[in-house]
């Protein structure tokens, strides 16, 4: 099993570019997850997926989207980059909503 | 307003000393309190959690001790190891409303040989 997988791993950006971060899990959890991390900050939660079907805003979903395009993947949207979305961005699965979160290695994005 | 302190934001212990992280929260609605290990260049990975009806829970060399009148619960590292450098972050959360959960800041631990 892979656990969750997330690409591209690096990606730089110019202001206003757009792209989408994917994200797939293997474990059949119904739970997904979108996270930022930046230096000396915890996680903030971007959007959330509690099943197929359901997407949620979580603390910081300003700039971006959501698509749950089935139970394994998730995918992130950014659709007019800015530098203030130069980040970590990881994606976190889990068998329930509220259960544990299985993490993926992230995506480390710099917009220039 | 962030709802999750912790603290120090970063520890040095010598091989075999304890490490103890703290955390402390806001919101009396917590009732899941878990511990993350990250180490560089990796996602966190869960390291061991804590629901308030325990006051203390030990796995191995780890251990959450939890104070539900204080609001505050802390990560105990036994006989550290530099294997054990990494950030660790502790999070809470609401039953089962992902929506509700918060981290904190993260401390770096750097364990010396």
């Known amino acids: 099993n892979a656990g969750v997988t997330q690409t591209p791993k690096f990606q730089v950006l110019k202001t206003g570019q757009s792209m989408t971060l994917q994200c797939a899990q293997d474990m059949n959890h119904n739970s997904m997850y979108w996270y930022r991390q930046d230096p000396g900050m915890g996680l903030r939660l971007i959007y959330y997926?509690?099943?197929?079907?359901?997407?949620d805003k979580g603390e910081v979903p300003n700039g971006y989207n959501v698509s749950r395009l089935n139970k394994r993947e998730f995918s992130l949207r950014l659709e007019s980059a800015a530098p203030s979305q130069t980040s970590v961005y990881f994606c976190a699965s889990s068998e329930y909503e509220g259960g544990e979160q299985f993490f993926g290695p992230g995506t480390r994005l710099t917009v220039l | 307003q962030q709802q999750v302190k912790q603290s120090p934001q970063s520890l040095i212990v010598q091989k075999g000393g304890i490490s103890i992280i703290n955390c402390a929260y806001e919101n009396t609605a917590f009732d899941y309190f878990p511990w993350y290990q990250q180490f560089p260049g990796k996602g966190p990975a869960l390291l061991i959690a804590?629901?308030?009806?325990?006051s203390e829970k030990k796995e191995g060399r780890f251990t959450i001790s939890f104070n539900k009148s204080a609001k505050q619960f802390s990560l105990h590292i036994m006989d550290s190891q530099p294997g054990d450098s990494a950030t660790y972050f502790c999070?809470?959360?609401?039953?089962?409303?992902?929506?509700?959960?918060?981290f904190g800041d993260g401390t770096t631990l750097t364990v010396k040989p």
């Open positions: 804590i629901r308030p009806d325990v």
């Open positions: 999070a809470a959360s609401i039953g089962t409303n992902a929506g509700k959960s918060t």
């Open positions: 997926s509690a099943s197929e079907g359901t997407t």
